[in-house]
Antibody, heavy 119, light 110 residues
Framework: EVQLVESGEDLVQPGGSLRLSCSASGFTFSSYAMHWVRQAPGKGLEYVSGISSDGSTTYCADSVKGRCTISRDNSKNMLFLQMSSLRPEDTAVYYC????????????WGQGTLVSVSS | QSALTQPRSVSGSPGQSVTISCTGTSSDVGGYNYVSWYQQHPGKAPKLMIHEVSKRPSGVPDRFSGSKSDSTASLTISGLQAEDEADYYCCSYAGGYSWVFGGGTKLTVL
């Protein structure tokens, strides 16, 4: 069974930084691109960041560009998201997501971790 | 990238059909056949319902179907059931390893 379990800071001050982790199991992690998608309270889904299976290609959305670093450790089946200069509008549930390479669908989602940016 | 445009809400009675539209541009929906749809119940993670415009993953009922014309994709749910009441999001590849979601549509089963 595929499992994606997110963890990280739940409360961060404005201007601060965070590092989210996602532990993956139940599939060959090193074969799949991975992504982060977030959802502000009561709002829709927003694509945040993605990384190729070998880590050679990364992308951060315009809303977080310059403040976002995505990385992975294939030896430990772990995905990471670092964000800096956090703003209140970064408050959201952050989902770790696996992308099915053949179909380009986001076929597995973690349960999400809530990050609140507030003083 | 700007979010794809979806209606905020749609509704239908049990047994009826509803269609949710998702409008983008030639840089996303119109440029690639990588449109997917997700169902999200309150407090739950999204679930993939349709990928590559019109293909259903294993386990998704054939009441769910997808299509695309130019820069507008559509999700049709036929034979509405109470458990279909949820939020639905479209998503499209937008090039350069980027993806964009729609704003979401709340489906109410009357």
């Amino acid at each position: 069974e595929v499992q994606l379990v997110e963890s990280g800071e739940d409360l961060v001050q404005p201007g601060g930084s965070l590092r989210l982790s996602c532990s993956a199991s139940g599939f060959t992690f090193s074969s799949y691109a991975m992504h982060w998608v977030r959802q502000a309270p009561g709002k829709g889904l927003e694509y945040v960041s993605g990384i190729s299976s070998d880590g050679s290609t990364t992308y951060c959305a315009d809303s977080v560009k310059g403040r976002c670093t995505i990385s992975r450790d294939n030896s430990k089946n772990m995905l990471f998201l670092q964000m800096s200069s956090l703003r209140p509008e970064d408050t959201a549930v952050y989902y770790c997501v696996k992308r099915q390479m053949a179909t380009n669908g986001f076929d597995q989602w973690g349960q999400g971790t809530l990050v609140s940016v507030s003083s | 990238q700007s979010a794809l445009t979806q209606p905020r809400s749609v509704s239908g009675s049990p047994g009826q059909s509803v269609t949710i539209s998702c409008t983008g541009t030639s840089s996303d929906v119109g440029g690639y056949n990588y449109v997917s749809w997700y169902q999200q119940h309150p407090g739950k993670a999204p679930k993939l319902m349709i990928h590559e415009v019109s293909k259903r993953p294993s386990g998704v009922p054939d009441r769910f179907s997808g299509s695309k014309s130019d820069s507008t994709a559509s999700l049709t749910i036929s034979g509405l059931q109470a458990e279909d009441e949820a939020d639905y999001y479209c998503c499209s590849y937008a090039g350069g390893y980027s993806w964009v979601f729609g704003g979401g549509t709340k489906l109410t089963v009357l």
